[in-house]
């Protein structure tokens, strides 16, 4: 199938390498003139957390190969290694951070970006290694004008290659347009199929965890714990639809894809879903592109009241795009929600009433 989108997401998505060996000639060779970086956790071995316990990962060497074939066969692909650690802990002592900073150049598979989730480290990395193209973490919660403004003045626009936008700001277009007028000097980015709710009060914990190599037990996180009067929150998130994804295009530089513990044939059909801007289903998002707030799916006797072959609303993006976030008041999701049940209105298609 010729992709939709495939003009105007060339060499703008950015992918979770997941350490599966099918993932060059699946997904890096397939999917290669659309993906412009490719983002990973420092290697387990190295002992920094940062990582996930939960799935497989492979040894230090053939850790290298892979990451040095990619870069070998597809050089205009970056490889952007994530230090997303929120307390720094003994790494802030001399040498910890002259080990830390080494890394990327020991590694040798030609590391180009570093993505960090607090300030004090990304300092120290403007100061040492200049040459590191620094990516700003989603975690530090960038989702206002003035939070831009406010690095623009201390680090300058020079210093900072790509804000990765927080996660309630990604509905709200007008602030794209403003920093893409402000600041063009700095790549924006925002993650595609994250579905966390939105204000969640777990966030914290629940990255904590992540950056910590604690991701376990994920069905204790709040947004796995969704029961038929509160399941609506799920739909206040910052996910985009595939079908929705085009209304982006202009206002931001690079998608996200949240994919590094999914297996390569789920990143392949993700890829598909958003390179053909599909019209999809619940359960599609649930089962196949949806990340974060989709853990309701633990809840198994509340599943079965949900009817995952239906569509989202046709009125979602008009009314998702005019949030004014004072979701008890409005009620919107909730009629979406509803709309989801079993016996819901109208196979979920039709338009939500105000």
Request: charged letters at 25%; proline letters at 4%; glycine letters at 6%.
């Amino acid at each position: 199938m010729m992709a939709v989108y495939t003009h105007e997401l060339y060499n703008r998505i950015s992918l979770g390498w997941n350490q599966d060996e099918k993932f060059i000639p699946e997904i890096a060779a397939k999917y290669q003139e659309y993906i412009t970086e490719i983002f990973f956790s420092p290697p387990l071995a190295l002992k920094l957390g940062n990582g996930k316990e939960h799935y497989k990962e492979l040894e230090l060497e053939a850790y290298r190969e892979q990451l040095t074939e990619i870069k070998a066969a597809y050089p205009h692909i970056g490889l952007n290694m994530l230090y997303n650690f929120f307390c720094m802990g003994d790494h802030l002592k001399p040498d910890k951070i002259k080990k830390l900073l080494d890394i990327p150049q020991k590694l040798d598979v030609g590391i180009e970006m570093l993505s960090v989730s607090n300030l004090l480290l990304a300092e120290i990395i403007m100061k040492e290694l200049p040459h590191i193209k620094l990516h700003l973490s989603v975690r530090l919660n960038i989702d206002t004008f003035e939070k831009v403004a406010f690095l623009v003045d201390k680090y300058g626009e020079d210093s900072i290659y790509c804000i990765n936008l927080g996660r309630n700001s990604v509905y709200q277009l007008p602030l794209f347009q403003k920093l893409k007028r402000e600041f063009p000097g700095i790549k924006y980015k925002i993650i595609l199929n994250e579905f966390c709710t939105r204000d969640c009060l777990d966030s914290d914990l629940h990255s904590q965890m992540k950056a910590h190599n604690s991701y376990l037990h994920v069905e204790r996180f709040l947004c796995a714990s969704y029961q038929k009067h509160n399941w609506w929150r799920y739909f206040t998130g910052q996910g985009i639809l595939p079908n929705d994804i085009h209304h982006w295009f202009g206002q931001m530089d690079i998608f996200k894809i949240s994919s590094r513990w999914l297996p390569t044939e789920q990143i392949a059909k993700i890829m598909e879903f958003y390179l053909n801007g599909e019209e999809v289903s619940l359960g599609d998002i649930i089962y196949t592109i949806g990340q974060g707030g989709t853990r309701f799916r633990y809840n198994p006797e509340f599943m079965a009241e949900i009817d995952v072959d239906r569509k989202y609303p046709q009125d979602y993006w008009n009314r998702r795009s005019k949030c004014k976030f004072n979701c008890t008041e409005c009620g919107y999701c909730k009629q979406v929600a509803d709309s989801f049940l079993k016996g819901g209105s109208d196979n979920g298609t039709a338009v939500v009433s105000s």
